[in-house]
């Protein structure tokens, strides 16, 4: 079966199971909003990462599940409150829950959110040291992401902002929850500390990667919100090329170009996007940025080849599969 | 010592080691919120409360540190999202935390909280069985405050409201989180699960009744906002009375009560409180509110003699301190 395959299948059985975890009751104010948010999409990769990594280390996938639903449950989690945070009104052409059910029980549900996905892990099934483990993985990747949160919050008003700062963004909010499932994946079969840091290595180089790329794919083809260009300068989100380009630009022109993120998104004008988009062209922000990201694909490739087990093809074929995902 | 004393220690103990589970680092965006919100006041007393029980019980108190700094930082945590949810823009005279540094850096340093918690039992020094099952007690409560939460957030536009939907409410909102500093100060002493069960019951006696006395104070002496009195009635909050006499008023009252109660906080004036604290006097609700909350302490005392253990006299202290505090 092709990777594509198996994380198709291993994605719809989670979806099934997260009507289990979390059946519909009206009454509870609660499943409403969260399946809301759930049906938006989202194909449930994740967890079908975590599951295919155990499988093809060895592992039992059936004990596998209770954590992958974690994973999925905590990402989306994630997202709730980051819509709230942000101020994101749509989520795929549907409304946010926090536009459509209010702040208040969007608040709330993102934080039961979490509960089920800790009560998932520890109600599971299996050696409690390895459960231990688990939480404690858990709770690392959901601190670092909120870590990393927190930083890029603030970063578009930070005057100092560059790639440095960037990257410790990034590696916080992305790098520990792209290796999250792998890791998890791994605590489920080999159960190898060595490898384990070699996972959390290859998430700091593959979750900037595949952040930049993103942010690129705003300033080229528009982020399939009608394909419109340059959403995030409206939203001020302090992009890579951004950063980039506040190191090399004049202090004139990195003042003009702060001034416009600031701008509270609605006042921000088509000639203002052209304005940043004709910096980011003369400084060549955008090839600066695209070769950034393709060396630390690299680095991550050399870091799966360093991986010291006996066969490391799954994480060649998911890094495969992510790389393919992000173009 | 004096029950008052040794709680007033515990308390400045926890104080002194809070600051060293969150340090302060400005650049982090994070603690600088927390400790704002943490400054407020709250004299420690859940953790306390927790460490005494443990103490009375033989356990050894420092072990069980880790546990009760995570019931405070839970505590907080929680006042911190039901501030965004409840739209409180001050608390014991500040600022709440969204109005100060805005509402993704309170939603995001919330969620921070929830993962310093876990991390203090997760990294504490104790048995693994004794952990995980700690875990399960934090994750429960937490799990069920929340459930209460959403209840409480949706209360005051139910229809039907009534007094066994508000006991629900408190039961899940007030209950668990009651007990939840004796439970934990049991499972690190004398563990033993009969007496759990029992502590998690006077939870739901004694939850209710305290929130049901802190309801009659807004009516009566006002909630030191100033003295004012009926702030409930502006925020539309679902207290008792209100239960209550949507049970025993008249339809064209119940109609004209909801009203009131659904009106924004602004829109809400004098002659509106007066008519219905005029209503809850016709109808007796204060004295049958009064009545409610003494017949649950009086049943959390024979839950206390029920208690199948040694000597129960920590949880008599326990509770005298508490009903003490509440009136």
Redesign the interface.
């Known amino acids: 079966m092709k990777i594509e395959d198996k994380i198709k299948a291993y994605g719809e059985k989670i979806d099934t199971l997260l009507r289990e975890t979390i059946p519909s009751n009206k009454d509870?104010?609660?499943s409403e909003p969260i399946w809301h948010h759930l049906s938006t999409g989202g194909k449930r990769i994740r967890p079908a990462i975590c599951l295919l990594t155990c499988e093809a280390l060895g592992g039992n996938t059936e004990n596998a599940i209770p954590f992958a639903l974690a994973v999925e449950i905590l990402h989306n989690m994630l997202l709730m409150?980051d819509d709230?945070?942000?101020g994101d009104t749509v989520r795929r052409d549907k409304p946010t829950v926090w536009v459509k059910y209010g702040?208040?029980?969007a608040?709330?549900?993102?934080?039961?959110m979490?509960?089920?996905a800790?009560?998932s892990i520890?109600s599971s099934v299996m050696d409690?040291?390895r459960?231990?483990k688990l939480?404690?993985i858990f709770?690392l990747t959901?601190?670092k992401t909120?870590?990393g949160?927190?930083?890029d919050?603030?970063a578009r008003a930070a005057k100092d902002f560059n790639v440095e700062k960037y990257m410790k963004i990034v590696e916080l909010k992305t790098g520990y929850y792209l290796a999250f499932g792998l890791v998890g994946g791994v605590v489920l079969s080999i159960n190898d500390d060595r490898c384990l840091e070699t996972i959390w290595k290859l998430g700091k180089n593959m979750g900037p990667a595949f952040q930049i790329k993103d942010d690129l794919i705003d300033l080229t083809a528009g982020k399939g919100r009608g394909g419109v260009i340059g959403s995030d300068i409206c939203e001020g989100k302090a992009s890579f090329p951004y950063a980039y380009t506040l190191e090399v630009a004049s202090e004139k022109e990195k003042g003009d170009l702060r001034e416009i993120m600031l701008k509270e998104r609605r006042v921000t004008t088509d000639s203002d996007i052209k304005w940043v988009l004709d910096l980011y062209k003369k400084y060549e922000s955008l090839t600066y940025s695209q070769n950034y990201a393709e060396k630390l694909i690299e680095d991550a490739y050399k870091t799966i080849d360093s991986l010291n087990i006996n066969d490391n093809a799954v994480f060649k074929e998911i890094a495969d599969f992510m790389v393919q995902r992000s173009t």
């Open positions: 509870d104010y609660l409150h709230i945070e942000d702040l208040a029980n608040v709330n549900a993102g934080d039961y979490l509960a089920i800790y009560r520890i409690i040291e459960k231990m939480l404690d709770t959901y601190t909120v870590e949160q927190a930083l919050i603030n």
